[in-house]
């Protein structure tokens, strides 16, 4: 099966400027996740989505940052306008998330944002 | 909310020797504890998880053991290869909460020399 799929793989962009990055989860997984790495350190969830619905956005700054899944499918993060410590890799992961059960949660391969 | 923490940052190892990764969380009610790989520039894959209703799991060269008591967990690789040679992130999560959310550790760089 394919797995998770995220694009751009790289961006290079002037501060203040907008980005947006795209997600495709694995066929059939209801859940989906947008998570920050900064470099030397794990994943860091950004948002989480069941479906369509954001069920877990506590830690998306909300000032700048936005995301939308529409259909429950596709999903893209949006940053506007960019800060110089928004550089980092931004992971797409997804799950097929059964309430109360655990999940495998496969991740996509990011994308490298580099803010100057 | 869950904290996790892993030791060591980095690990460096001959080849065939062992190595051994440990992680502690904070939340007791926290039931499910995967362990991801990240080479460099790739993404991060599951090799091992461990639900709290048993105390280890083997995977070929690849354990993880659990600690309900003491909150802990390790990852043991036996009989290192170079291409062993990552990143390895623990992580744990309340899969029965409504906030669920899987906390990861800060990773150990593991360097297996040849």
């Known amino acids: 099966e394919a797995g998770v799929v995220q694009s751009p793989r790289y961006k290079i962009i002037e501060k203040k400027q907008p980005v947006a990055f795209w997600c495709n989860p694995i066929?059939?997984?209801?859940?989906l996740y947008w998570y920050l790495q900064n470099l030397g350190q794990g994943p860091e969830l950004l948002i989480r989505?069941?479906?369509?619905?954001?069920?877990?956005d506590s830690q998306l700054p909300k000032d700048r940052f936005s995301a939308e899944r529409l259909k429950g499918v596709d999903s893209t993060l949006k940053i506007q306008p960019a800060e110089l410590g928004d550089s980092a890799v931004y992971l797409c992961?997804?799950?097929?998330?059964?309430?109360?059960?655990?999940?495998?949660?496969?991740f996509g391969p990011g994308t490298r944002l580099t803010v100057l | 909310g869950e904290n996790v923490e892993q030791h060591p940052s980095t690990l460096s190892v001959q080849e065939g020797d062992s190595a051994v990764i440990k992680c502690t969380y904070s939340?007791?009610?926290?039931?499910?504890f995967p362990w991801y790989k990240q080479e460099l520039g790739k993404r991060p894959q599951l090799i091992i998880d461990i639900r709290s209703n048993v105390g280890e799991k083997k995977d070929q060269r690849i354990a993880v053991t659990l600690n309900k008591t003491a909150k802990h967990f390790s990852l043991h690789i036996t009989e290192t290869q170079p291409e062993d040679s990552a990143v390895y992130f623990c992580a744990g999560v309340n899969s029965g909460g409504s906030n669920y959310k899987l906390t990861f550790g800060k990773g150990t760089l593991l360097t297996v020399n040849p």
């Open positions: 992961a997804s799950s097929k998330r059964l309430a109360g059960a655990t999940d495998t949660q496969y």
């Open positions: 989505y069941e479906n369509e619905e954001a069920v877990d």
């Open positions: 066929s059939g997984h209801n859940t």
């Open positions: 939340d007791s009610a926290s039931n499910y």
